[in-house]
C-alpha cells in the first residue's frame, strides 16, 4: 500500500516561472493537506482539500498560490510567478476520515517536494 | 492555540533510553498530544499520540504528567534510524498542527 506520493521530489525554477506540485494520497484517503516548511523553520499549514473542495486555505498567501484537488487525479499545488522566497519544501498529508474535532485525527505524510527558486 | 516548548537539540548513546521532554503548561482538557518525527529528507511521520493517559505503541512510549501541563516522548532503545527532529504538537480539534522548531536527536554510535 503506497503511502502518500508527492511528485516533483525535487524542482528547479526561475524567478517568474510557474512549479506545479502534485500529491496522491494514501489509497482511502479523501482528505488532502498541504503544509510548507523554509529552511530551519518548522512546517506551517498552508491549506485543506477534500475532493472538489477547498475547506480552509487561511495559510495560503493571498497572492500567486492556488491548490486544487479534483474528482479525479491528485492533489495540485500552484505556484505562479515564483520568487526566491518561495523556496521551501512543500509537504503533502491525508488522512481517510474529516477531522472528527476530538483533536485525535493522525496525518500520513508524503515525503515532500523541494522546490528551489534561482 | 496552545503552544510547546521542547529542547533545541539532545543526545543519546546508540541501544541506550531516551526520554525527550515537551511543555506545554496552556494545554485545553480536551487537546491531544501528538508527536512526530522528521528523519532527513523525509516527511514528518507520526510516532503517538495521547489525551490523559499513558500510551504505549511499538515505535515509543508516551509518559503524560498528571496535570497535563508537560510529557516524554520515550525510546526505549535509541538506534542510528531514530537521529532525527522530534515534534510535540498539541492538537486542538483541528487539522492546522502547529509545528515548532522540535528537538533534533542526535545518536551516537
Known amino acids: 500500500n503506497a503511502g502518500v506520493m508527492q511528485n516533483p521530489r525535487h524542482l528547479v525554477r526561475r524567478r517568474g516561472q510557474e512549479a506545479r506540485l502534485r500529491c496522491s494520497p494514501m489509497k482511502g484517503h479523501s482528505h488532502v493537506y498541504w503544509y510548507r516548511q523554509l529552511p530551519e523553520e518548522g512546517l506551517k499549514f498552508m491549506v485543506y482539500l477534500q475532493k472538489e473542495n477547498i475547506i480552509d486555505e487561511s495559510g495560503m498567501p493571498k497572492e500567486r498560490f492556488s491548490a486544487e484537488f479534483p474528482k479525479e487525479g491528485p492533489s495540485i499545488l500552484r505556484i505562479q510567478q515564483v520568487v526566491r522566497g518561495d523556496s521551501a519544501a512543500y509537504f503533502c498529508?491525508?488522512?481517510?476520515?474529516?477531522?472528527?474535532?476530538?483533536?485525535?485525527?493522525?496525518?500520513?505524510f508524503g515525503a515532500g517536494s523541494r522546490l528551489t527558486v534561482l | 492555540d496552545a503552544k510547546t516548548t521542547q529542547p533545541n537539540s539532545m543526545e543519546s548513546n546508540e541501544e541506550e533510553p531516551v526520554h525527550l521532554p515537551c511543555n506545554h503548561s496552556?494545554?485545553?482538557?480536551?487537546?491531544?498530544i501528538h508527536w512526530y518525527r522528521q528523519l532527513p529528507s523525509q516527511g514528518p511521520e507520526y510516532v503517538i499520540h495521547g489525551l490523559t493517559s499513558n500510551v504505549n505503541n511499538r515505535m515509543a512510549s508516551l509518559a503524560i504528567a498528571e496535570d497535563r501541563k508537560s510529557s516524554t516522548l520515550i525510546l526505549h532503545r535509541a538506534t542510528l534510524r531514530d537521529a532525527a527532529v522530534y515534534y510535540c504538537?498539541?492538537?486542538?480539534?483541528?487539522?492546522?498542527?502547529?509545528f515548532g522548531t522540535g528537538t533534533r536527536l542526535k545518536v551516537l554510535a
Open positions: 498529508a491525508s488522512s481517510p476520515q474529516p477531522n472528527d474535532g476530538t483533536g485525535a485525527n493522525v496525518l500520513t
Open positions: 496552556t494545554i485545553s482538557g480536551t487537546d491531544y
Open positions: 504538537i498539541l492538537n486542538t480539534g483541528t487539522y492546522k498542527y502547529i
